[in-house]
């Protein structure tokens, strides 16, 4: 949902005042696109296992030149670094990276998503700690009062929070407060 994924592109049909260059739209291909009263959603491979999605409104010609509508909005420059992505990939130059994460984010949500998993699944915060950080590590200090469980337990309720919703905050750019 673009609404939610500000990753997400939105194609209309390209007003005739904008024509002009070559148009790269049929690149984008479609073969996979879901319909919807909204238009076809569908994925755009950028490769390396990187993909944007992309709704086509309806009305907008599939074999038609295409525009990429942006709101101007608080998510408009989420909206643009997607945009930089898929010219670049159409452009065949070398896709940047997604900047809405740090490395070390992406991290921590991997260890939260594997946390809440174990949990469900019946596993203790030390069963989870061994997983996520070694043995070695939690056999080091007592667990009762081991900072690895504290930090256990914070993965869990964190991700708990992610499941209930908080999870759209990935999805947007980090803005300075």
């Keep these: ?9 939105v194609l209309a049909a390209t007003p005739p005042i904008l024509s002009g260059g070559l ?17 076809e959603y569908f994925r755009f491979d950028l ?3 990187r993909y944007l999605n992309l709704v086509r ?11 990429i509508v942006i709101p101007i909005d608080t998510d408009g420059l989420d909206r643009a ?3 930089q992505r898929l ?15 740090t490395r070390q984010q992406r991290r921590r949500a991997r260890h939260m998503l594997q946390a809440v998993d174990g949990r469900m699944n019946g596993a203790t915060y030390r069963e989870i700690a061994g997983v996520i950080y070694g043995q070695a590590r939690i056999a080091d200090e007592p667990w009762k009062t081991s900072a690895l469980r504290d930090a256990v337990m914070d993965l869990v309720k964190d991700a708990f929070s992610m499941i209930e919703g908080g999870y759209l905050s ?8």
């Design 1 to 9: 949902m673009p609404g939610h994924d500000t990753g997400a592109l």
């Design 23 to 39: 148009d790269l739209s049929a690149a984008l291909g479609s073969a996979e696109a879901r319909a919807s009263g909204d238009g």
């Design 47 to 49: 490769g390396g296992g």
């Design 57 to 67: 409104l309806s009305g907008a010609d599939a074999g038609g030149p295409l525009s």
């Design 81 to 83: 670094d997607a945009v």
């Design 87 to 101: 010219f670049s990939r159409l452009l065949r130059r070398r896709v940047p990276d997604d900047r809405r994460l």
């Design 170 to 177: 990935l999805l947007r750019r980090r803005r300075r407060k």
